[in-house]
């Protein structure tokens, strides 16, 4: 065999000899014809024919491996062509003649002459594309043409005579310099995504838009478009032809027009308003994260009745055009009811995305109408329901939805709700680095103090920041209702309350708000703290008879004070016969979580003051030392971290320090703060003191945390050294 192949060693074609055995290909022989076609080294060539599989296009494996099977059944030569990649990583086509040479039980010897046929396929190809495109000109006459090349990315559109333009427009880069200026917004986004698919794989596409010819309107065309796969084993050309469809268009989008758009606001009536949302959750795709909101008008009915209908379609027309201005395109905007908007958002990025859309829809539809009784305010209530976390088909996501409403306008109206409060609350708290992911759906797997710091953070209107707070602490420790209430010094309103789903509170009136303050004030006489209170503790009359009223079983209290004076209250309710209790760790986060409200509530200018407020915190609560920061211009505590409330939990934000750290009325003579100079942001006293709240002798080092003229904040770190001190 070896003298044979010293004498075809020179053939310009490739020769080889192959064993196979059990399912192995093994090259024996192989002239140097084939390695110089191939563009290997006989060693390298050796290594390629070893694993030739690897080497061979994968499309083009089943018909290579058919072939094999064919030669084995010894019926005369079997002919195949592949394509496989070369040395120098080009890709070629080959064809291979193949004879069964011998046999020996299992084994067989196979003969096979290789020839490089790369060229023959491109004039093959081309032949095959020109056909195609005389094809679709012959269809297209008196149309333009499109010619892409994928290789050039080279764009030909051939005028044929419309509107007397014959010719041929040539835009070189078309791809990589994409310009959607002359096609309309709407349209641009569409048409290119269309166009990169037709480059990923051979199909057939249509597509509808609107495109300008020099300075005139926009024209309506049709787009069918086919993509061709070339010899390399991808797309390298578009081919298609453009069909001016404006007057079709034209008619169509009137008719569309009357049957689908509600008469007064131009939106989609309610039947195209669904159709079109059904349409659009069977076309989602997989992982695809959109929202189904309803927008329904608070005190509509009120403009109506006092004002007149034409003032009421007034506020319907500027409710729509505010909605038309807020969502894109490709949103779906409707009217279903007198005062009820839907809108489905598609193709959103994050679960946040919603969140503030329907926080900037419950800002913008806000009006008040002038009437001679009084003013009349229009707001919205915004419902939001998340596919495919919160239902798959328009029924189920309406009435999801449709609950968040109802949550939204019993917890005071001019607000939204996203179903599953609790839940929204988290990714709301960590959309920043969070997306949603509808296989693993959301879980509150971080810690809620956490979480509520970040949403402290990052919300900076304060009674929304608070709201979401206490929602999400609603729903941790399964109370049925949470608010805060206060007198007039309190920054917040009678709105920052929230009630699970059966225990809504409903429009509460100025006589409830204020009796549910009376309330708190009167608790206030008895618990200091914060402290869980059963209806059977109680024993002054008047707070029996709120408990028995209200419906409530127990309660989580917890005072607000300033200066040791009652403010207001945080309170949590419990309406079912079921005894509420919290072990030590649950009553020591509470408390934490309620200290970090309090703050918020009395200092709301230490969030913004402190740089990186969540992250400090984090730092001082780690701290195995007792931490206070103190305004040195009235002596009131800002913050304490977790450790003073662990050893003191009487001790509170609000108080003045000499009061909790010396159980003094009136600062002290020797106040180591006032030795603290104010033109200095470095310095740093040391003093000695026996703190009596903590019932031990403190190393205190005060320093600077801003250093102002007036209301600056001091951070006093207190050691213990009792065991030092007393030695």
């Known amino acids: 065999m070896e003298s044979f192949g010293s004498m075809i060693d020179n053939i310009i074609a490739g020769i080889c000899f192959f064993e196979y055995e059990n399912g192995q290909l093994t090259p024996v022989?192989?002239?140097?014809?084939?390695?110089?076609?191939?563009?290997?080294?006989?060693?390298?060539?050796?290594?390629?024919?070893?694993?030739i599989e690897m080497s061979i296009i994968p499309e083009d494996l089943p018909i290579f491996r058919q072939a094999i099977a064919d030669v084995l059944k010894d019926d005369g030569a079997v002919e195949v062509e592949f394509r496989t990649v070369t040395g120098s990583g080009g890709l070629r086509w080959l064809q291979a003649r193949g004879n069964l040479y011998a046999r020996e039980g299992n084994r067989y010897t196979i003969v096979a002459v290789i020839q490089d046929i790369s060229e023959r396929k491109s004039v093959e190809e081309e032949l095959r594309q020109q056909a195609e495109r005389l094809h679709i000109l012959s269809e297209a006459e008196g149309e333009k043409i499109i010619d892409y090349n994928a290789?050039?990315?080279v764009m030909v559109i051939k005028n044929s005579g419309e509107y007397g333009m014959a010719g041929e427009t040539i835009q070189n880069k078309y791809m990589e310099h994409f310009d959607t200026s002359k096609i309309f917004d709407e349209d641009a986004e569409c048409y290119k995504s269309v166009f990169e698919g037709l480059l990923k794989s051979p199909k057939h596409d249509t597509i509808e838009f609107r495109t300008k010819r020099f300075d005139q309107d926009y024209t309506w065309y049709q787009a069918n478009l086919t993509s061709l796969l070339g010899a390399e084993g991808y797309v390298t050309r578009v081919v298609g032809r453009l069909i001016n469809i404006h007057e079709k268009k034209l008619k169509e989008l009137d008719l569309l027009l009357r049957a689908e758009k509600d008469a007064l606001t131009g939106l989609y009536n309610k039947g195209a308003t669904v159709q079109l949302i059904q349409n659009s959750i069977t076309e989602s795709g997989k992982g695809a994260i959109n929202a189904l909101m309803i927008i329904d008008l608070d005190n509509f009915k009120e403009v109506n009745d006092l004002l007149g209908h034409s003032q009421g379609d007034k506020v319907l027309v500027e409710t729509a055009n505010a909605l038309n201005d807020i969502f894109k395109g490709g949103d779906i905007v409707g009217r279903i009811g007198g005062d009820e908007f839907v809108v489905y958002m598609k193709n959103l990025n994050t679960i946040s995305n919603a969140d503030i859309l329907a926080g900037k829809v419950v800002k913008k539809v806000d009006y008040t109408l002038e009437h001679t009784d009084h003013p009349i305010h229009v707001t919205c209530s915004v419902g939001v329901a998340i596919f495919p976390y919160h239902g798959t088909d328009y029924e189920e996501l309406f009435n999801k939805a449709d609950k968040a409403v109802y949550?939204?306008?019993?917890?005071?109206?001019?607000?939204?709700?996203?179903?599953?409060?609790?839940?929204?609350?988290?990714?709301?708290?960590?959309?920043?680095?969070?997306?949603y992911n509808p296989e693993k759906g959301m879980e509150m797997?971080?810690?809620?103090e956490d979480l509520v710091m970040q949403i402290l953070f990052e919300d900076k209107d304060l009674e929304s920041a608070l709201k979401s707070s206490i929602e999400l602490m609603t729903g941790k420790y399964h109370f049925h209702r949470g608010y805060i209430c206060g007198n007039e010094t309190l920054p917040v309103s009678k709105t920052v309350q929230f009630s699970a789903s059966g225990y809504e509170m409903g429009k509460e009136s100025e006589e409830h708000y204020e009796l549910k303050r009376i309330v708190s004030e009167t608790l206030y006489e008895f618990y200091h703290k914060a402290t869980v209170i059963h209806e059977y503790d109680l024993t002054v009359e008047e707070l029996q008879k709120y408990f028995?009223?209200?419906?409530?079983?127990s309660m989580l209290y917890y005072p607000i004070t300033s200066k040791g004076h009652f403010q207001g209250a945080i309170v949590f309710e419990n309406h079912e016969d079921v005894q509420l209790e919290f072990n030590d760790s649950q009553m020591e986060e509470i408390r934490s979580l309620f200290r970090i409200l309090e703050a918020h509530i009395l200092q709301i200018g230490l969030m913004d003051r402190l740089q990186d407020f969540v992250t400090q915190i984090a730092i001082f609560d780690n701290l195995d030392s007792f931490v206070y920061i103190v305004n040195p211009d009235t002596y009131e505590l800002s913050f304490i971290n977790k450790k003073v409330l662990m050893k003191s939990p009487e001790v509170k934000i609000g108080d003045t320090?000499?009061?909790?750290?010396?159980?003094?009325d009136t600062p002290c003579e020797n106040c180591i703060l006032k030795k603290m100079n104010k033109d200095d942001a470095h310095c740093r006293c040391t003093e000695e003191?026996?703190?009596?709240s903590l019932r031990c002798w403190t190393r205190?080092?005060?320093?600077?945390?801003?250093?102002?003229?007036?209301?600056g904040l001091a951070l006093l770190n207190c050691i213990d050294i009792s065991e030092y001190f007393i030695g």
């Open 29 to 51: 022989f192989t002239n140097e014809g084939l390695f110089r076609m191939l563009g290997y080294s006989r060693t390298e060539g050796m290594k390629y024919l070893k694993k």
């Open 151 to 153: 290789k050039t990315d």
């Open 407 to 435: 949550t939204a306008k019993a917890n005071g109206k001019c607000g939204y709700r996203i179903y599953d409060a609790a839940t929204t609350m988290v990714y709301h708290a960590t959309r920043k680095n969070t997306e």
């Open 445 to 448: 797997n971080r810690e809620i």
């Open 548 to 553: 028995r009223t209200e419906g409530i079983k």
């Open 657 to 664: 320090c000499f009061k909790a750290l010396q159980n003094r």
């Open 689 to 692: 003191l026996f703190n009596y």
């Open 700 to 711: 205190a080092s005060a320093s600077w945390l801003e250093c102002k003229e007036k209301n």
